[in-house]
């Protein structure tokens, strides 16, 4: 049974408000209405179109907070990060990113998003990869969407060292892990005994 308009709003504001980067698509399906009533409902309720959405979260402080490399040479965009600790980015896979034949994305691409937030999660002003290890497990195709999730899983800060991982998804299912060993040129020993 569907609910009351006045619930199902209160129900997308708290949606979106948990997950700005949710789509009208994904929103009609959870909510069991059509997507023009999903747009309807955001009109309403003075929330932006997704784009919008994305790029007011990424404003927020990113480009100040990223000092690894530039914020425009991260590879898709950025909508949350923690340095040293956790970052996310998104990036949409458009035609120029497939191989023809297939539709099917180039692993560098996915490779290069994830090594770019793996370096971009980094408190540091150098911070290279030394070594990474890589799953591709299912295809991407052109129009969908990568969602990869960067975590610093260890720090070794006597060796220069800290490991991440990256988790790439789309549409919740996994389709690309990257375990990436970073070299960090300062050691980042504050608030840390090894």
């Not at 490399?69 to 949409?92: M, Q, R, T, Y």
């Amino acid at each position: 049974m569907r609910k009351p308009k006045k619930e199902r709003q209160e129900a997308l504001k708290s949606s979106i408000k948990d997950n700005p980067f949710v789509t009208d698509e994904e929103l009609s399906i959870e909510f069991g209405v059509s997507v023009q009533t999903i747009r309807l409902d955001r009109m309403e309720l003075s929330i932006p179109e997704l784009r919008e959405r994305i790029k007011h979260v990424a404003e927020k402080t990113f480009d100040d907070e990223v000092k690894s490399l530039p914020i425009d040479e991260v590879i898709g965009e950025i909508i949350d990060i923690e340095l040293d600790n956790k970052a996310i980015s998104i990036f949409d896979v458009k035609p120029e990113h497939v191989f023809q034949r297939n539709r099917i994305a180039r692993g560098h691409h996915l490779f290069a998003q994830a090594n770019s937030l793996a370096v971009a999660v980094m408190n540091e002003e150098l911070a290279l990869t030394v070594k990474s290890e890589l799953q591709f497990l299912k295809p991407v195709k052109a129009g969908q969407r990568v969602v990869a999730k960067a975590q610093v899983t260890d720090r070794q800060p006597h060796k220069h060292r800290a490991f991440v991982k990256v988790v790439s998804t789309v549409d919740q299912a996994v389709v690309f892990i990257g375990t990436f060993e970073m070299y960090r040129m300062t050691e980042q020993s504050e608030g840390d005994n090894s």
